[in-house]
């Protein structure tokens, strides 16, 4: 069993979630972190399940087509150390022998970075756009052709 502070309180949660299209073979995978406040992580664990089942759904896509999410379980459950502040560490991954290779590759530079990185085209992968959201975004002034590849 991990080190878990006997005032921690807060974990995070990695809610794993698979979105199917009807007629369409392949599957679009979510990995959500979640933030769970909990006494304890028995208590992280049924919270983060209930928040994975919670997920579940059916809606259509934009192209008429049934979409189910299916909550599959949790990839990690994490206990945070620290109070939650500005700098606050939030998880860890602990390596022992790693090469200088391998160290080189985990650090990247800032353009790859996740919040730098551009837009990626969603062409070719599976439609899982809820009408109901396409139709929002058309209420508040959006361009169904902005969020849809051109063929």
Do not use: C
């Not at 439609?127 to 139709?135: A, L, T, W, Y």
């Amino acid at each position: 069993m991990g080190s878990i502070p006997i005032d921690a309180r807060w974990y995070l949660a990695d809610i794993v979630l698979e979105h199917s299209v009807e007629g369409d073979p392949r599957n679009v995978v979510h990995i959500n972190t979640h933030l769970v406040e909990a006494e304890s992580a028995d208590e992280a664990y049924e919270k983060s399940f209930d928040l994975g089942r919670a997920s579940e759904l059916e809606y259509a896509n934009t192209e008429g087509r049934l979409v189910r999410v299916m909550f599959r379980g949790l990839r990690e459950l994490d206990v945070i150390h620290d109070s939650l502040e500005d700098g606050a560490e939030l998880s860890y991954r602990e390596s022992v022998g790693v090469p200088e290779e391998r160290l080189r590759d985990w650090v990247i530079s800032r353009q790859q970075l996740g919040v730098f990185a551009p837009r990626q085209s969603k062409r070719d992968v599976p439609n899982i756009m809820p009408e109901s959201v396409m139709r929002m975004l058309e209420a508040e002034g959006f361009d169904r052709g902005e969020f849809e590849e051109p063929a």
